[in-house]
């Protein structure tokens, strides 16, 4: 599985906009772009899924460029409740073994 | 529709005791992971066990060993207990091995601290 890269740690300010990058540059042609979300003692929760350009559910959007060796995660106005640590998963989901390579993850602290 | 249950909720122990954690895994779902989270770490992969087999195994010595049972719930077993076993043990259920990512759900942890 490719190995991510995270910032470890963003502070954001409740209503603003919040872009995580994830550096993936050794992603396989297989290989999908995954993000998870973990509030403290907690379980991680899936959030979004993609292989190319854009991605959009009612939670977030997911941007992919061409070159798919990055991926940004975009929170649209965060509130309180969405702070929490973020990780960035890439790996062939087509033969998943059920195995998640987690990284340290992007902690995201959103202030009043 | 119950999630993805575990027990006990946290649990203390001392060195060189043995624990025992359970999941329950969400109603048709046949497989069960375990993770290891240590405090400011990602999860790491422990174990698979699908239909009462061991499927996948992470890098773990040979103190940590699980089982599942016919109504596919799961237990993970630790023994001779170290400090760096205190750790979040998380259990993820899914219809099977070969679930994507999307459809493999988290339990809320039990929370192990070994004095």
């Known amino acids: 599985l490719a190995k991510t890269t995270q910032p470890i740690s963003m502070d954001s300010y409740e209503g603003q906009e919040v872009n995580i990058t994830c550096s993936h540059n050794?992603?396989?042609?297989?290989?999908?772009i995954t993000w998870y979300q973990q509030f403290p003692s907690q379980g991680p929760r899936f959030i979004i899924q993609?292989?190319?350009t854009k991605v959009t559910n009612e939670v977030a959007s997911l941007f992919i460029p061409a070159d798919r060796k990055s991926s940004t995660l975009s929170l649209p106005r965060v509130s309180l409740s969405d702070t929490a640590v973020y990780y960035c998963l890439v790996g062939d989901v087509s033969s998943n073994t059920g195995k998640l390579i987690f990284g340290q993850g992007t902690t995201l602290q959103v202030k009043p | 529709d119950a999630g993805v249950t575990q027990s006990p909720t946290h649990l203390i122990k001392t060195r060189g005791q043995q624990v025992t954690l359970r999941c329950s895994p969400i109603s048709g779902h046949k497989s069960v992971s375990w993770y290891q989270q240590v405090l400011g770490q990602g999860p790491q992969f422990i174990f698979q066990y699908y239909e009462k087999e061991e499927r996948g195994r992470g890098n773990f010595p040979d103190r940590f060993s699980a089982r599942q049972f016919p109504n596919y719930s799961s237990e993970l077993n630790v023994n001779a207990l170290l400090l760096g076993d205190s750790a979040l043990y998380l259990c993820?259920?899914?219809?099977?091995?070969?679930?994507?990512?999307?459809?493999?759900?988290f339990g809320p942890g039990t929370r192990l601290t070994v004095l």
């Open positions: 993820a259920s899914s219809l099977d091995p070969g679930s994507s990512y999307n459809e493999q759900f």
């Open positions: 993609g292989y190319k």
């Open positions: 050794n992603i396989a042609t297989n290989d999908y």
